[in-house]
C-alpha cells in the first residue's frame, strides 16, 4: 500500500515498535529512517518515555529533531544536537556536553489532580517513575524495585533500563510531590504483575480529568485528560504545515492507540496487541526484531 497522499510526517513508538527487543535499531531499519529523512520527510519518536529516557540510539539516527515524549505531555524540539538535548535532562548533565531543547508543547497535569492520582498509587506496591520538564525522578525505594526487575530481564525495554544518570534520585517522591505537584508531566507505574496492573488500571480511569493507558502489560500510565500522542502529533504537524492525511504513525500498544487513530495512515507492527492490530490501515508482516518498521517505510512509499 501507498498512500494517495505523500507521507511527509512519521511518528514512530519505540517500545516493541522501533526498538527490538535488545533495545537496538537494526542497519535496514536505520537505512530506511536515513532514506525518508534526505527525501524530506519529518521522522521523529511518539513515546511515553520523557526526554531524558529517549535512547542514545533513537537520539542519535539521521535526521531526529522533533521529539514526542510523556504520551504527548511533551513535544520538543532537539535542535541540531539531539543527544545533548537528552544529555541536558540527565542527572550528572554537567558531565556531558548539553543543548537546550525547545519545548514546542507542555501540558503539565493540574496540581490537585496530579495529588489524587499520586495517592492512588501510593495503594500499590510498584516501580513509580514521574516525569517533570523533561526529566525522570524516582526514589530509592522505586530504584531498588527497578533493579530487581532489571536483574531479571523481565518487563518492557523502558523499565529494564540502567541508570546511566537519565534517572534524577530523590529521597522520597511524597517529598518531592509536596514542592514538585504542579510540575507533573506524567505518572508511570510498573506493578509488581500484569495482572494487579489490570485490576488497578479501571481505578485510575475512573478519576475524573485523567488519560490512562498502558504501554506494557504491567504498567498504568496518567497523564492529564485530552493528552494523548495523537494530539501531539497533529499539534506538531499543523506547527509544520504539514495536513494530517500527509502523516503516519507506526505502534503496538494501548498507548499508541490515540495517535493511530489521528493520524492520515495507521501502521501497526506484527507483534502489536490484537486490539491495536485491529486499528490498522496497514500492519507489517515483520515483528519488531524482523526489520517491521523498515517494511512499513517501504510499503508507505518512502
Not at 556531558?96 to 525547545?102: A, I
Request: hydrophobic letters at 45%.
Amino acid at each position: 500500500m501507498s498512500p494517495s497522499t505523500p507521507i511527509r510526517l512519521v511518528a514512530l513508538d519505540l517500545d516493541g515498535t522501533l526498538l527490538d527487543s535488545q533495545s537496538q535499531i537494526s542497519p535496514r531499519t536505520r537505512q530506511a529512517i536515513a532514506d525518508a529523512v534526505a527525501h524530506g520527510v519529518v521522522v521523529l519518536p511518539a513515546t511515553g518515555r520523557p526526554l531524558s529516557n529517549l535512547p542514545p540510539v533513537v537520539a542519535q539516527l539521521t535526521g531526529i529533531r522533533y521529539a514526542i515524549t510523556s504520551n504527548g505531555a511533551a513535544v520538543w524540539d532537539l535542535g541540531a544536537d539531539p543527544m545533548g538535548a537528552v544529555y541536558s535532562r540527565y542527572c550528572n548533565a554537567a558531565e556531558h556536553t548539553t543543548s537546550e531543547p525547545t519545548a514546542l508543547i507542555r501540558c503539565p497535569m493540574p496540581v490537585e489532580l496530579a495529588r489524587e492520582v499520586f495517592a492512588l498509587y501510593m495503594e500499590y506496591p510498584g516501580a513509580l517513575s514521574i516525569f517533570s520538564d523533561g526529566r525522570t525522578y524516582r526514589d530509592l525505594m522505586s530504584m531498588e524495585r527497578f533493579g530487581k526487575r532489571f536483574a531479571r530481564r523481565t518487563g518492557s525495554t523502558e523499565a529494564r533500563q540502567p541508570n546511566d544518570g537519565r534517572f534524577t534520585v530523590v529521597r522520597d517522591l511524597t517529598e518531592w510531590m509536596s514542592r514538585h505537584a504542579h510540575e507533573v508531566e506524567k505518572f508511570c507505574m510498573f506493578f509488581d504483575s500484569a495482572e494487579i496492573a489490570q485490576a488497578a488500571l479501571p481505578r485510575f480511569r475512573a478519576l475524573p480529568g485523567v488519560e490512562a493507558v498502558q504501554g506494557s502489560p504491567d504498567n498504568v500510565e496518567v497523564t492529564a485528560q485530552g493528552v494523548d500522542k495523537g494530539t501531539a502529533l497533529l499539534a506538531l504537524a499543523d506547527m509544520l504545515g504539514i495536513p494530517r492525511e500527509a502523516t503516519a504513525a507506526i505502534g503496538d500498544s494501548e498507548n499508541d492507540r490515540a495517535m493511530l487513530a489521528r493520524a492520515g495512515v495507521a501502521a501497526v507492527i506484527a507483534n502489536a496487541l490484537p486490539e491495536i492490530r485491529a486499528l490498522g490501515d496497514i500492519v507489517s508482516t515483520r515483528d519488531n526484531d524482523h526489520d517491521g518498521v523498515a517494511e512499513l517505510f517501504e510499503r508507505l512509499g518512502l
